[in-house]
């Protein structure tokens, strides 16, 4: 058999399935991103204050899939997942924290995993204030 044939018949059958996929319905496009501020509700904003338990980067819907900066704080009745951000653009900031730091958290609550969440807007501790979102939800952070 000859070359030629081979390549003819390899890009036929590609296209046989492009057109069953596409007559099928199977569209070919990026999906629009779900996360960052597109899942920020300003009405929805609570404060919630507490103390730091643990530091955690994994990957995250909120961050559109890639690896988030997030927080668990520990509040007066229950444990609270925070959002900080994308974790390429976190670890860019000079901004910290440990388990123990007392804080206050402002941002849109979030229903994640079961979970009653918090997507942060701004960060409180003692005399430091962290603006990390703009009212609408867009990072003001910069990388």
């Known amino acids: 058999m000859k070359v030629s044939s081979l390549v003819v018949g390899a890009i036929s059958a590609v296209a046989v399935v492009a057109v069953v996929l596409l007559i099928a319905g199977v569209h ?8 960052g501020a597109a ?11 507490g103390v730091v338990r643990e530091i955690q980067e994994f990957s995250c819907p909120v961050s559109e899939g890639e690896m988030g900066a997030h927080l668990m704080l520990k509040t007066a009745d229950s444990v609270v997942q925070v959002h900080l951000a994308p974790g390429r653009i976190w ?3 000079r901004i910290t924290f440990a388990p123990g730091d007392p804080i ?3 941002g ?4 994640f995993h079961g ?5 942060a807007r701004e960060i409180t501790r003692g005399s430091e204030n962290f603006i990390l979102r703009d009212h609408q939800g867009k990072l003001m952070l910069v990388q």
């Open 104 to 106: 206050s958290v402002t």
């Open 115 to 119: 979970n009653n969440d918090i997507i």
């Open 91 to 93: 670890r860019s900031q």
């Open 28 to 35: 070919f496009e990026r999906p629009v991103a779900t996360g």
């Open 39 to 49: 899942l920020y509700n300003a009405s929805d904003e609570i404060t919630a204050t």
């Open 108 to 111: 849109s609550r979030l229903r």
